[in-house]
């Protein structure tokens, strides 16, 4: 018999993930949100992303100059 089970860390990753994303629709966000209220650690996980998402999402990148890409390939 195949016995597979899940990971509890990747079913949490991925759920942090989908917030992230807004992927949640609105039972799974109060389910969410109520995991939060009780686990400190998700809820530290959660500001953590939260916080790098910011960071990223106002990044800009920055086109390299066209000799840098003669050489590249």
Known sequence: MNDERTDP???RT???MRALDGE???AERA???ARLADD???REE???LSRAREATMGMRL???PEDVWDGYW
């Open 9 to 11: 860390m990747d079913e």
């Open 14 to 16: 991925d759920l942090l």
């Open 24 to 26: 949640l629709d609105a």
């Open 31 to 33: 389910a969410f949100e």
């Open 40 to 42: 400190p650690e998700l």
């Open 46 to 48: 959660w500001r953590r």
């Open 62 to 64: 920055r086109h390299p």
